[in-house]
């Protein structure tokens, strides 16, 4: 006999997907989940409770074998049958209850003392595996030893009570105890796995969102002053640049939109594209080295928004007259003639190194005498 001999299962096994498995209000029984059917070990739990509930034959023996009246024999086959039905019942439908269960299977054990007497310590090991397994947390760590140090009563009845029943009831419900204390730990686990997962989610829509924004909105800028700049000396240039920004904008939207959906996947070809026109319209030159079939498949999508980024910095910050991208096989770089790195390092930058050393790769920022390169090598 094992730890989970009464409680009917694999009680260690981890819960199908879409099973939630519930341990403060109702033991460690899994059941409907919010968005996924009902497992297995919800709907059939109470039928491997059933099987343990042979053992209790035992008692019924005992009943059968003893000197009382036919009404307090009629009275104790009851009560086990009442103890039998709550187990079962506290295993599936009333599992919520699982306390007032406990209460209720302890007093129909008591019931049975006066026919069984000291051998009513039989049914034991199905409270205190019931207990573990079953009751709600804080209360289970006092109500299992109690039911554990019960069959200690044994010592004031006769001196034929068999001797082997403490080496079947304790590690019993020590193995339940261990199942439930492994449960706990593992939905403490899940809980905080799901916490990380959520705070990883939010990092990753916020770089996503600063980057999105960060580039749409600084290009509007641009073409705005441009725009600004052209009405009196080119109408015609600057009504393009001002559809230009219509169409930005709702692009912009369009990726903020995508991007907090968790839909948008940057594209390399569409950014080494894009960046040079960008750039034109602040008045910087562009020169592009290498192919993008140079570049690595795997890491186009990350080297897509380092890349964005890259192009928003230089155009806020650089005060540069040219650019120099540089498309490799074990990564990229963009240098500008700028000013150089000043400053304490921004949240699109941090953005940046986190995407790179989350794919496994460096990121460098170094003076390039004069401006910025912004390095970026992959495995």
């Not at 009464?6 to 899994?30: F, K, M, Y």
């Not at 007093?107 to 079953?134: E, H, N, R």
């Not at 304790?170 to 916490?195: F, H, M, N, Q, Y």
Request: net charge negative.
């Amino acid at each position: 006999m094992d730890g989970d001999l009464l409680a009917g299962g694999d009680l260690g096994r981890t819960p199908e997907p879409g099973a939630r498995v519930s341990v403060g209000q109702s033991g460690i029984t899994g059941s409907r989940g919010p968005d996924g059917p009902e497992s297995p070990w919800a709907r059939w739990g109470w039928a491997m409770a059933v099987v343990w509930l042979g053992f209790l034959f035992f008692p019924l023996l005992g009943v059968w074998q003893s000197d009382a009246t036919a009404a307090a024999k009629v009275a104790s086959y009851a009560a086990i049958a009442a103890f039998a039905a709550l187990y079962v019942l506290g295993f599936s439908v009333w599992e919520r209850h699982a306390l007032a269960v406990l209460g209720a299977m302890a007093a129909c054990m008591v019931a049975t003392v006066p026919v069984l007497g000291i051998d009513a310590l039989g049914m034991t090991p199905y409270v205190g595996a019931f207990s573990a397994l079953q009751v709600p947390a804080p209360t289970w760590k006092w109500t299992t030893p109690v039911a554990a140090a019960i069959p200690v009563l044994s010592v004031f009845g006769t001196d034929d009570f068999p001797a082997f029943f403490f080496i079947l009831v304790w590690p019993i419900v020590g193995g339940c105890t261990i199942v439930r204390v492994l449960t706990d730990a593992e939905k403490r686990a899940s809980v905080t796995r799901g916490s990380l997962a959520l705070v990883a989610e939010r990092e990753r829509v916020a770089r996503d969102v600063h980057d999105v924004l960060g580039h749409s909105l600084t290009a509007l800028s641009v073409k705005a002053e441009l725009a600004a700049r052209l009405i009196d000396l080119d109408p015609e240039r600057a009504k393009a640049e001002l559809v230009s920004i219509q169409e930005t904008a709702r692009q912009a939207l369009a990726e903020v939109r995508s991007t907090v959906g968790g839909l948008r996947a940057a594209n390399l070809d569409a950014e080494v594209t894009a960046a040079p026109l960008v750039l034109a319209d602040a008045g910087i030159g562009t020169r592009v080295v290498g192919e993008l079939a140079d570049t690595d498949p795997r890491h186009r999508a990350l080297l897509a928004w380092v890349l964005r980024e890259s192009v928003t910095n230089v155009v806020r910050h650089s005060g540069a007259r040219s650019v120099v991208i540089e498309l490799g096989a074990h990564g990229m770089s963009v240098t500008d003639d700028g000013t150089g790195p000043t400053g304490t390092e921004g949240n699109g930058l941090r953005g940046m190194r986190e995407r790179v050393q989350g794919a496994g790769g460096t990121l460098t920022v170094t003076p390039a005498s004069p401006g910025t390169r912004v390095e970026v090598g992959l495995p």
